[in-house]
């Protein structure tokens, strides 16, 4: 039920972002931040939350699975290319998708993605393009 409550609230952050072609940060963000940190509060503290949080910091900072997959890379593995659109009109986040997928056995080989969004749009894409594969 934890870990529930710590996926509601990641993706409720995901939506909590400074607007940049505004340069301010509208008033439904502040209020969604600000519950977000109580929520947060209320769940859980100390090495946890710590540990959870590294790990979303270290997925925006530096993401393992960022990138491409072009049509020659997906036939080096021996699969077929699928790339798929997604995006958020509400927050302004957009995600491609790339997969490698084994012909006949539909298998992810191999998982990329870009994504223009929020660090926490970032983060999140990469923990799926990471669970995607296999």
Known sequence: ??????????????????????????????????????????????????????????RMDDPTHQGEITEEKAKELGGKLIVADFGAESCGDAVRLYWCVEEGTDKILDSKFKSFGCGTAIASSDAMAELCIG
């Open 1 to 58: 039920q934890m870990l529930s409550k710590m996926q509601q609230i990641d993706q409720e952050q995901s939506q909590v972002h400074t607007h940049i072609h505004q340069k301010t940060t509208c008033q439904n963000c502040k209020k969604q931040k600000k519950d977000l940190i109580m929520a947060k509060n209320d769940l859980i503290t100390g090495s946890i939350w710590d540990e959870y949080s590294n790990q979303v910091i270290r």
